[in-house]
């Protein structure tokens, strides 16, 4: 029933063809609603259609027009974009090109998609190359190169020869002998640095493989051969660390696909059944699974029974009993009995493979406090370099000691480099990501990990979130004189043309009732149904419709009054002149909200319920689960004007599991979906879908959102503060090479290494 008793949620959604671009979406109101990058990559839309629902690790060619008809998207995997340093290389070369659009980079998937125009997409891989890197257009379903391991016996060479040149300095031998093993040990592992460092010289961008090339070269000149080897040493172990650090904030979600088996036993046009490769499953096709498999794709239970393991999607800790047409998800575990299912998604549209895809486009979008990090990144380098200018020259005019002081400003350029500071929000923010995924809730993006920990109102819907949803008829009754078995038969008609709860309990009830033929049915928003049966017009709805019709009279007021005060929902059966029957139905409130709801309390989050219920249901329900405030008889634009209401307080949340929920979700500065697994509607428009119903997991986003705002800060204090100290030291005179390598990127393995804290939790 689209409304029946006042639930504004007329059905809840439904896995839908797979297809992105068929589901229904909704766009935030105001520009706080986006988390985009005001640059060349502030756009975030899913424009380029079916490659949305691509698996984790499988990129697939896109050429869909976003930026009017002349502009194409185009991702382009780059093995060697793992670091801020390539990204600032790369949007100088291309964001000077006429024919590029936009850039946007995901870093963690070492993914650049460039909308541009159709003839330009040679010129824009040109130009990657021509900066060192190794573009990829990646084929459909075709998972990208493997990284080139580097070997390590140069690393190690380059580490002995550098400990030689210090004891030969150490024990007084001939400095050439100190020199030559220095030289040999820079050249060993130092090539790569010298070629990066030289080619963003030549573009003009002074990152840290610049920085360390002059700083090492400078120290060669002046005869600092052991600590120039030194430096060059520690620095590429350091970036080797930083590297393997990454790749395992990299695969956190990547691993996740893992979880689905890539082969299943399908039963084959003959009958019998055979093995195959997951990924040419079709929909329709039966797919057997023994005790103890993992269900390779998402379908429906036909034949069997099992008890599942769900905790990979939903993040349960307790199995689910199912059978026959029940829903399983590929990812999860069977853990007892055998079943057969008829599959629902193909492998590139599972729940899992969506919501990999969801988490790795949040990765790309960048939270607020990744943007001011980058913003003042791009002034830090430039004025620490000017420094590190003003020191090598001014201070020499007046004592003359020309080495001493460009020592001094090569110390300078290594600490100029921020990629301790540029890196540590990413990584945090990722694993924040990663580590909400693993309990089932999925988030859509950096601002809103951020946001969660300034909480300060929280909007639920009832049916279905507070409570099952799965409300069951207590009571029937007749009224002015009707025949209760005639008025049963003729509500359970209505009821069952609606797949609302409430419909659905009616309908339930009376399942031993024929159903009459219902002709010209018609749904009433926040109100009931309506349809004629034998030619005259029935209604089934709540008590707004009934006193909207002017049928109340102040009997059927006070018996209402009764039944609502107990927390039960009333629907009437009425015709043209008069109320024919009641029927109460009452919902079970989950243990779950109880908690959920004293826990985002403790947090100091104000709960507020919003329902389509009336007042008298509404407060009771309020007052077993323990709200804040309750609001019955809530249209859909209601709950909208509600949360905007609450909007002016504070960051305010809905949550809610319709379709007509949207609007309220999409206005509220974060919006939970519940119970989003396998339900397309709910993972495209909601910013953090809720995997089950488990209202549990709302206080936990927001303990994990202050966590990883804690992280942040933690990595922004230990970033500048360490480049600080480094600083003062070197201008005082007492700052050494090797140390401003540790000031750079032992600073980034403890900011990579904090950050990766989350993943634990």
């Known amino acids: 029933m689209s409304s029946c008793c006042g639930h504004d949620h007329e059905q809840k959604p439904t896995s839908g063809s797979g297809a992105a671009g068929s589901t229904l979406r909704y766009r935030k109101v105001g520009e706080h609603r986006h988390d985009h990058d005001h640059d060349h990559d502030h756009d975030h839309d899913h424009a380029h259609g079916e490659a949305c629902c691509a698996p984790a690790g499988v990129l697939q060619p896109l050429a869909a027009s976003v930026a009017g008809a002349d502009s194409v998207t185009t991702q382009i995997r780059i093995g060697e974009m793992d670091c801020p340093t390539e990204e600032a290389l790369i949007r100088k070369k291309l964001g000077g090109m006429t024919t590029v659009r936009r850039l946007e980079f995901n870093l963690m998937q070492r993914v650049l998609t460039v909308v541009h125009a159709p003839e330009a997409l040679d010129a824009v891989l040109a130009a990657i ?28 060479l380059a580490g002995v020869l550098a400990v030689g040149a210090e004891v030969i300095e150490w024990a007084g031998l001939p400095t050439w002998i100190a020199a030559l093993l220095a030289i040999a040990a820079v050249l ?48 590429t172990l350091a970036e080797l660390i930083e590297a393997k650090s990454l790749d395992r904030a990299r695969n956190a979600i990547a691993g996740l696909m893992d979880l689905a088996p890539e082969r299943a036993t399908v039963r084959q046009s003959d009958g019998r ?45 307790l199995p689910v009993e199912k059978g026959e047409g029940d829903s399983v998800f590929a990812g999860t575990i069977n853990e007892s009995g055998s079943f057969e299912y008829r599959v629902t998604a193909a492998a590139a549209n599972t729940t899992l493979a969506r919501i990999i895809h969801a988490v790795e486009e949040a990765q790309g979008a960048k939270a607020p406090t990744q943007r001011f990090v980058d913003q003042f990144a791009r002034i830090y380098t430039p004025i620490v370099f000017a420094v590190a200018l003003l020191v090598a020259v001014v201070p020499p005019l007046f004592d003359g000691a020309w080495l001493a002081w460009i020592y001094k400003a090569l110390v300078l350029l290594v600490i100029a480099c921020p990629c301790a500071l540029v890196i540590s929000t990413p990584v945090t923010i990722v694993s924040g990501l990663a580590a909400a995924a693993r309990r089932g809730i999925l988030i859509k993006g950096g601002v809103y990990l951020e946001e969660g920990r300034k909480l300060k109102t929280l909007a639920l819907d009832k049916t279905g979130t507070l409570t099952h949803g799965k409300p069951e008829q207590t009571e029937s009754e007749a009224w002015n004189g009707g025949d209760l078995g005639a008025a049963t038969a003729l509500a359970a008609s209505l009821a069952g043309r609606s797949d609302h709860p409430v419909s659905q309990a009616i309908a339930r009830a009376a399942a031993g009732v024929a159903h009459a033929e219902v002709e010209g049915f018609e749904a009433l928003l926040g109100r009931g149904v309506r349809g004629e049966i034998d030619g005259k017009a029935y209604w089934l709805g709540n008590h707004r419709m009934v006193h909207e019709q002017g049928r109340c009279s102040t009997e059927l007021e006070a018996r209402l009054d009764v039944l609502e005060r107990q927390g039960k929902t009333v629907v009437m059966l009425v015709d043209a002149e008069r109320v024919l029957a009641l029927f109460a139905v009452a919902d079970t409130v989950k243990d779950s909200s109880r908690q959920a709801v004293a826990e985002l309390h403790a947090l100091g989050v104000k709960t507020v319920m919003l329902t389509g219920d009336n007042p008298h249901t509404a407060e009771a329900i309020a007052a077993q689960v323990g709200v804040t405030e309750a609001r019955g008889d809530q249209l859909p634009q209601d709950k909208l004007t509600a949360v905007e209401q609450f909007g002016r307080e504070g960051i305010t949340g809905m949550v809610g599991d319709g379709i007509n929920d949207a609007p309220a979700l999409a206005r509220a500065d974060i919006g939970f979906a519940m119970g989003a697994m396998g339900t397309d509607t709910a993972i495209e428009t909601a910013d953090v879908a809720l995997m089950d119903d488990d209202l549990r997991k709302l206080p936990a986003f927001v303990r994990l959102s202050r966590a990883t705002h804690a992280v942040l800060v933690q990595n922004i204090v230990l970033a500048l503060g360490i480049k600080a100290v480094f600083l003062a030291l070197t201008l005082a005179g007492l700052g050494t090479m090797w140390m401003a390598v540790f000031a750079d990127v032992g600073a980034s393995l403890l900011v990579v290494g904090n950050g990766l804290r989350l993943l634990r939790r």
Request: net charge neutral; glycine share 10%; hydrophobic share 45%.
């Open 188 to 235: 060993s592992c130092g090539l790569t640095t010298y070629r990066k460092g030289w080619v963003a010289i030549r573009n003009g961008n002074l990152n840290i493989n610049a920085l360390m090339s002059i700083a090492v070269t400078g120290a060669l000149i002046l005869g600092q051969w052991p600590e120039a080897a030194m430096v060059m040493v520690l620095f």
């Open 273 to 317: 059944w055979a093995e195959v490769d997951a990924k040419t499953v079709a929909v329709g096709d039966v797919v057997r699974v023994k005790p103890g498999e993992r269900v390779a794709l998402d379908g429906e239970i036909v034949s069997g029974s099992s008890t599942i393991n769900q905790a990979p999607i939903t993040g349960e800790s």
């Open 129 to 156: 190359r021509s900066l060192g890197f190794t573009p990829e257009l990646p084929e459909a379903g075709v998972a990208p190169s493997p990284a080139v391991k580097k070997p390590w016996w140069p690393l190690a």
